[in-house]
């Protein structure tokens, strides 16, 4: 069984900047492809963004335009994902999630088996 914990969100003005984590415990993450969604109020879960965890491939977004940043570290079992230039449009609960597919399939939230609770991230404006 794989545990999924966000930490990070937070109210942030426009213009301004998070860091998002994503700790891992029940397995390691070998294999696998650790990736961020976020959900709106009224709105569907979209995707944000991916790392393949051995390779370190990243997949993002089309509204993330290099404002985002997936990375991982192995020694502590975590993912991240560096937000920068936010703006109101960004504000949502965002999720971590695990997936045993690699590739592009990974924007997809349905091929994701594990998922964290969700932090939440307020921009103002």
């Known amino acids: 069984q794989v545990q999924l914990v966000e930490s990070g969100g937070g109210l942030v003005q426009a213009g301004g900047s998070l860091r998002l984590s994503c700790a891992g415990s029940g397995r390691t993450f070998n294999g696998n492809t650790m990736g961020w969604f976020r959900q709106a109020p009224g709105k569907e879960r979209e995707f944000v963004a991916a790392i393949t965890w051995l390779s370190g491939r990243t997949y993002y977004a089309d509204f993330v335009e290099g404002r985002f940043t997936a990375s991982r570290e192995y020694a502590k079992n975590t993912v991240t994902l560096q937000m920068n230039s936010l703006n109101a449009g960004d504000t949502a609960v965002y999720y971590c999630?695990?997936?045993?597919?690699?590739?592009?399939?990974?924007?997809?939230?349905?091929?994701?088996?594990?998922w964290g609770q969700g932090t939440q991230v307020t921009v103002s404006s």
């Open positions: 999630a695990a997936t045993p597919v690699v590739g592009d399939r990974v924007v997809r939230a349905t091929v994701y088996n594990y």
